[in-house]
């Protein structure tokens, strides 16, 4: 347990499913992001949130929605998916800008059938 | 254009042995942090290094930040099953934002 919680560890869905992933620190950080791990493929930043504020977008398709309701947790709502966008989607958490890295959860593994 | 390069990608070496992976980029850092992913879980922390020729232990871990800031190393002494994992180098690029490495792909054979 790294103190980012995120569940389902493991989801299979549809491309017409809609479902949500859930991210929850108790770490006190103010910056929260979602990013996107494929085989072969360097970690994609996907989204910031900084005080609940979403600070940056990196081009993500609009079939994925991220909600930041408050400083300890974030969604990312799916809908519409295709399979490649099957991958590891990892949750991380800093304070300080990242200067002290980054606390990720242990990723909820999407497959998009 | 991918901003840090790891190298090897892969590497398999048995257990006992030595190595280092490398990170390396055209670009200067202000820190860079090295991570360890192991299956099925998320990155975790290993160490930064902000300094440019700094060397930090961690155990059988020795990680280096070059004299100009641009590149770093991990050394690993006599290898254990343990150290298997996908090691991954990260520096803040513009707006202090985490940009990880390609990764390097450790398995130690026992």
């Known amino acids: 347990e790294t103190g980012v919680t995120q569940t389902p560890r493991h989801l299979v869905m549809g491309m017409t499913n809609k479902k949500s992933l859930k991210c929850e620190q108790h770490?006190?950080?103010?910056?929260m992001y979602w990013y996107k791990q494929s085989a072969k493929k360097p970690l994609e930043l996907m989204f910031v949130y900084n005080f609940k504020e979403q600070t940056e977008n990196n081009s993500v398709p609009s079939r994925f929605s991220p909600e930041c309701p408050n400083s300890s947790h974030l969604f990312l709502h799916l809908h519409t998916l295709q399979p490649e966008d099957s991958a590891l989607y990892l949750c991380a958490s800093t304070n300080n800008g990242g200067k002290n890295g980054y606390t990720f959860g242990s990723g909820t593994r999407l497959t998009v059938v | 254009t991918q901003l840090l390069e790891q190298s090897p990608q892969f590497l398999s070496i048995q257990e006992g042995e030595n190595l280092t992976v490398y990170c390396n980029s055209s670009?200067?850092?202000?820190?860079l942090q090295w991570y360890r992913q192991e299956p099925g879980e998320g990155p975790v922390l290993l160490v930064t290094v902000v300094t440019g020729g700094e060397v930090k232990k961690l155990k059988r871990l020795t990680f280096q930040f070059g004299d100009a800031r641009k590149d770093s190393s991990l050394h690993i002494t006599a290898a254990q099953t343990g150290d298997t994992g996908l090691y991954l180098c990260a520096a803040p690029f513009g707006n202090e934002k985490l940009t990880f490495g390609t990764g390097t792909r450790l398995t130690i054979i026992p």
């Open positions: 670009s200067v850092f202000s820190s």
């Open positions: 770490l006190g950080h103010n910056a």
